[in-house]
């Protein structure tokens, strides 16, 4: 999500900006002079007064003879460094240069090329940022915890801390007698002292890795085991959860039998750890053999989990895991290639989890986030898949929605278009040939195009180095062809693109059955093959990674055969492509609505939540006046109240598609219908959850506990903050505490913004509570007034990325005034690495504006026709 800058005065300027721009950040990286070898580490953290002391050797090979040597440190106080030349110790003096995280250190004589050995003696801080070695808490005690991605391995040990800086790494950690230690091997000796009440665990020699996949983690940490193609898996927590580990221990034996299988390269590692954190910005992080999660991504009880919180842990353990093969083992060369680790876990996390639970009927969810992605990607303000980033803060905005959503849903369309086994043959051969080492992305398409003998380059190059998504409009058929018209395509109408864009696009055409007829689109106007089927529906299987429009004949006949003549996945990419089309103007509100209510009916969650995730837009953004807003209420009511009541009660024999379902259904009529016997029957479920999880259906429970949230009381506010304080179950305790950010009334709105920045949640927690009251229609306003007058209290919770959650959050208001109000807010006060959130979020505004002005009108059209 690159910042744009819109208008300079002139070209001359721009060029400047660019100029600089490039200059100031290349000067961030390290010379390619000097390459490390390995590392011997051995940290002493102090628990209690939050530092450690750090003893270090790096091999090295100097390229070329130098009298000083640069690489990376930050928040490091260096007591001694030193090198020896032909048996003679030579000392350096160090120089730090904070704003670039460097230290030089400088010999006063040169150095021969070659290999040499530096000897480091330093300190550190154990911060509170949750970023490089930092401090964890829980009620009881602190522990020591890393989080290296993308650029805080510096933060516990000067280095070389690039990704195609790759290395072996001896790690020794020295902890308190009762403590024990995790790193990214096994351990390989536990020797007391070297002073009384401490003993020392060293860990087996890791293979070749980057540094920011190193981890330690320091503490009273517990485990349950297994095993899986002979390879010792355990899941960590602290002592009061680790019972909660034995989901994700089962999850995981699953996935790293079906990943040996699949990539025909074994586990790389000697063991696999999975360590949930109780303090952890990120939903997890896949440090080579040591996987660090937070705590609700992993930890579950299986008797009362919902069916979400399942199919989460088993998506973030196969996505981690994903990434022993993909980012750990085969590394990108540089963070501008980053998804070749994250859109490859995000594509690959699916398969093994579908073949476990079949039931769960994945493929369905694959279709939705499919859409969503689409919807990013078609904003006025997107990037490539590969764009630049050289400073910590432009790697930092690459984690979003693109790397991981588009370059995933890239590489399902190319699956899907070259057929499973090829394209698994394809990935095999990539990761044979680097194994170890780095790799770009012309490296993994070219082995894709080699294996394959198709045009997978072309394809792939034109979605990663293009920003945006083509439109794909068809024409009438003629015989066996069809004419199809390629451009880019915005949700917004009046968005518009610089110069022409055109893809290389597999369209792939349902035929017969569940068969497609694929085809490559080529040119910006071309004639494409029609197969012998009654539709013409040109995203068979709901892969694609583009939009599309047809005639309304074809259009009308779509509709007709929505449940008969398309699979799910299909229906929910004609149902996302509908709602995609009315937010730039192309179809009417009240045509999608028609489409929302053929599908009421069916019997898949994933569908009518699609369905529904538009009727709440339209509900909240289109219709301006409480007389439209009641009017939708009551067609929702009136439409879904009937499927609801057809589920019937919960049953343990109901299918976790149907659980869903029921919660769904129950959520939109509660929720969008304000349907009284439905929030009445919220509130009597919600008590009933909190007071025993295991005495109703965990799914639709938490739904209730929402729209109770929303219709709740001061008492039903006391009892979630209660339950947020002491529940040892994570699913439980923060579903609680996201539900104060639910309720609407305005003095319980107050005390749930005071107690998120009272220091009473966790930093990691206090960004996601602001967001869920930006983005709330009852909610916004008040706390969009509440962060402006206590922004010091608010920006000292924020953490290194959160930031940006609150500053996207403020992307949820549809008026020019609150927009001026937002841009001009966080441009006196920036906030660290979330430039590309404002733009989207002031750009989110304009597109809510405009969607409400040509979109209003026929809503009311449609209103008016259903009296």
């Not at 590969?386 to 803060?393: G, L, V």
Request: proline residues 5%.
């Amino acid at each position: 999500m690159p910042h744009v800058i819109r208008r300079l005065s002139s070209l001359a300027c721009l060029s400047a900006a660019i100029l600089l721009a490039t200059s100031s950040a290349h000067a961030q990286r390290l010379p390619q002079s000097v390459t490390p070898e390995h590392y011997t580490l051995t940290l002493t953290p102090d628990l209690k007064n939050a530092t450690f002391t750090g003893s270090e050797k790096i091999d090295v090979v100097l390229q070329q003879p130098a009298d000083s040597i640069t690489l990376n440190a930050a928040e490091i106080k260096f007591q001694s460094v030193t090198t020896s030349i032909a048996g003679k110790e030579m000392k350096a003096t160090v120089t730090t240069d904070e704003q670039k995280e460097q230290a030089t250190f400088n010999f006063g004589s040169q150095l021969p090329a070659g290999p040499l050995t530096l000897d480091i003696q330093y300190t550190g801080i154990l911060n509170g940022q949750l970023r490089g070695f930092y401090l964890s808490k829980t009620a009881r005690r602190n522990y020591a915890v890393t989080q290296f991605e993308p650029t805080d391995a510096r933060r516990a040990f000067p280095s070389f801390d690039e990704p195609a800086f790759k290395a072996t790494f001896d790690v020794s950690l020295v902890v308190d007698k009762g403590d024990t230690a995790i790193s990214n091997t096994n351990i390989v000796s536990d020797t007391p002292g070297p002073v009384d009440g401490k003993h020392t665990l060293h860990f087996a020699t890791t293979p070749k890795m980057s540094t920011y996949l190193v981890a330690f983690l320091v503490g009273d940490f517990q485990c349950t085991t297994g095993e899986s193609d002979g390879v010792p898996i355990r899941g960590c927590a602290t002592p009061d959860k680790v019972e909660l580990t034995k989901y994700a221990v089962q999850a995981a034996e699953f996935v790293l039998h079906y990943y040996d299988t699949y990539f025909g390269i074994k586990y790389p590692m000697p063991k696999l750890d999975m360590i949930a954190l109780p303090d952890f910005e990120a939903g997890a992080m896949e440090n080579f053999g040591a996987i660090t999660y937070r705590e609700t991504d992993l930890l579950i009880d299986d008797k009362t989990a919902s069916v979400g919180a399942k199919k989460r842990v088993g998506a973030v353990v196969a996505h981690e895991m994903a990434h022993q093969w993909f980012g750990d083992m085969v590394t990108m060369q540089w963070w501008n290639n980053l998804w070749l680790n994250e859109g490859f876990a995000t594509w690959m996390e699916n398969k093994p989890v579908a073949a476990w639970h079949p039931e769960w009927k994945i493929s369905q969810d694959v279709a939705s986030s499919l859409d969503s992605t689409l919807n990013l990607d078609a904003q006025r303000v997107t990037r490539t898949i590969r764009a630049q980033a050289n400073t910590p803060d432009e790697i930092n905005e690459m984690f979003d929605g693109i790397t991981y959503g588009k370059a995933g849903a890239v590489l399902l369309m190319v699956e899907n278009y070259l057929g499973p086994e090829t394209f698994r043959q394809g990935v095999h051969n990539y990761l044979a040939a680097h194994m170890y080492g780095n790799a770009t992305a012309e490296d993994f398409w070219n082995a894709q195009t080699a294996n394959s003998h198709k045009p997978v380059d072309k394809i792939m190059e034109s979605f990663v180095a293009q920003p945006g998504e083509p439109l794909l409009k068809f024409g009438q058929p003629q015989g066996n062809h069809v004419a199809v018209q390629q451009q880019r395509f915005f949700l917004s109408p009046s968005a518009k693109g610089e110069g022409a864009q055109s893809w290389t696009v597999p369209v792939c055409m349902k035929s017969a059955g569940a068969q497609k007829d694929c085809e490559v689109l080529t040119a910006a106007d071309q004639q494409l093959s029609v197969p012998q089927s009654p539709l013409l529906f040109a995203d068979a299987g709901g892969t694609g990674y583009y939009r599309y429009s047809y005639s309304k004949a074809e259009y009308d006949k779509l509709l007709g055969a929505v449940e008969t003549g398309l699979t799910p996945e299909e229906r929910i990419s004609l149902i996302g492509n509908t709602w995609a089309l009315v937010r730039a103007d192309q179809i009417p509100v009240g045509e999608y609505l028609k489409l929302a209510a053929a599908v009421k009916d069916d019997d898949n969650a994933a569908v009518v939540s699609t369905a529904l995730d538009g009727v709440r837009v339209a509900y909240v953004e289109i219709a301006e006046s409480k007389a439209d807003r009641d009017a939708i209420a009551a067609w929702v009511d009136k439409n879904f109240k009937s499927p609801l009541d057809r589920l019937g009660a919960p049953s343990p024999s109901d299918s976790p598609d149907k659980r869903e379902l029921r919660a769904i259904l129950f959520g939109a009529v509660g929720g969008i219908g304000h349907d009284s016997e439905v929030i009445a029957q919220a509130k009597q479920l919600s008590q009933k959850y909190l007071a025993d999880p295991s005495s109703v259906d965990a799914t639709l429970a938490q739904t209730a506990t929402a729209i109770a949230a929303t219709n709740g009381d001061a008492a039903y506010f006391d009892q979630l903050q209660k339950v947020a304080e002491t529940s040892s179950n994570p699913e439980i305790q923060e579903g609680a505490l996201r539900l104060l950010a639910y309720f609407k009334d305005p003095a319980l709105e107050q005390r749930a913004l005071d107690y998120t920045v009272s220091g009473k949640v966790r930093n990691q927690d206090s960004a996601i509570q602001l967001l869920i009251m930006l983005s709330g229609h009852n909610t916004r306003d008040l706390a969009w007034q509440y962060i402006q007058q206590n922004w010091d209290k608010v920006q000292a919770q924020l953490t290194t990325m959160s930031g940006s959650y609150v500053v996207g959050g403020a992307g949820y208001f549809c008026s020019a005034d609150k927009r001026d109000e937002v841009q001009q807010f966080f441009t006196k006060h920036p906030v660290h690495a979330a430039q590309r959130a404002l733009t989207r979020a002031t750009d989110r505004i304009n597109d809510c504006i405009e969607l409400r002005s040509v979109q209003g009108p026929k809503l009311q059209e449609w209103i008016a026709a259903q009296k």
